[in-house]
């Protein structure tokens, strides 16, 4: 199982809204509607965003959001903050599981 | 309040044996598929193995089938990761996860596995 395809990086000012990609294929994100997004600080564990594509767990912050669209999942941003610096990453159900390569978020 | 604390990491030689374990509690951990996942140092997060509920079904990432082998003692709360045949590629840290929605909702703090002579 190949891994899923995100961008290495992204940046962006305070206040602004950022985009990450995660593209898949038709034998995981384009088939099921478990694509999930992870949080993680330097040193710390994962910590779970959005799950099945779009929902929020209890606690995050409606700052973030996920799509889908084919074979591509997508996490939003808004209104960015300082503490929103970290390294990001999805996963998709496919038989197993599948992760992205991570995203690290600038702030600038 | 969920925990997961995962213990058993360290040093080993390549070609050596270790065994991970991952202590729950606050909830019903018999209820529950359990997960393995890895990273290795700078590097992105890498499935390894899941458990069903009861124990009965195990799947395996293919760089571990063969090494590796997940277990749970459901009396006990506990999850394990037996890793025998130990490669320097196996050097991550390693996380226990609870699943639920498709989703890893909780995850312990990572123990460290090193592979070297």
């Known amino acids: 199982q190949s891994a899923l395809t995100q961008p290495a990086s992204v940046s962006g000012s305070p206040g602004q809204s950022i985009t990450i990609s995660c593209t898949g294929t038709?034998?995981?994100?384009?088939?099921?509607?478990?694509v999930s997004w992870y949080q993680q600080h330097p040193g710390k564990a994962p910590k779970l965003m959005i799950y099945e594509g779009s929902k929020r767990p209890s606690g995050v912050s409606n700052r973030f959001s996920g799509s889908k669209s084919g074979n591509t999942a997508s996490l939003t941003i808004s209104g960015l903050q300082a503490e929103d610096e970290a390294d990001y990453y999805c996963c998709s159900y496919a038989g197993s599981r599948v992760f992205g390569g991570g995203t690290k978020l600038t702030v600038l | 309040e969920v925990q997961l604390v995962e213990s058993g990491g360290g040093l080993v030689q390549p070609g050596g044996s270790l065994r991970l374990s991952c202590a729950a509690s606050?909830?019903?951990?018999?209820?529950?598929?359990m997960h393995w996942v890895r990273q290795a140092p700078g590097k992105g997060l890498v499935w390894v193995s899941r458990?069903?509920?009861?124990?009965?079904?195990?799947s395996y990432a293919d760089s571990v089938k063969g090494r590796f082998t997940i277990s749970r003692d459901n009396a006990k709360n506990t999850l394990y990761l037996q890793m025998n045949s130990l490669r320097a590629e196996d050097t991550a840290v390693y996380y226990c996860?609870?699943?639920?929605?498709?989703?890893?909702?909780?995850w312990g703090q990572g123990t460290l596995v090193t592979v070297s002579s």
């Open positions: 038709s034998s995981d994100v384009g088939s099921y509607n478990l």
């Open positions: 606050g909830f019903t951990f018999s209820s529950y598929w």
């Open positions: 996860a609870r699943i639920s929605s498709g989703s890893y909702f909780y």
């Open positions: 458990i069903n509920s009861d124990g009965s079904s195990t």
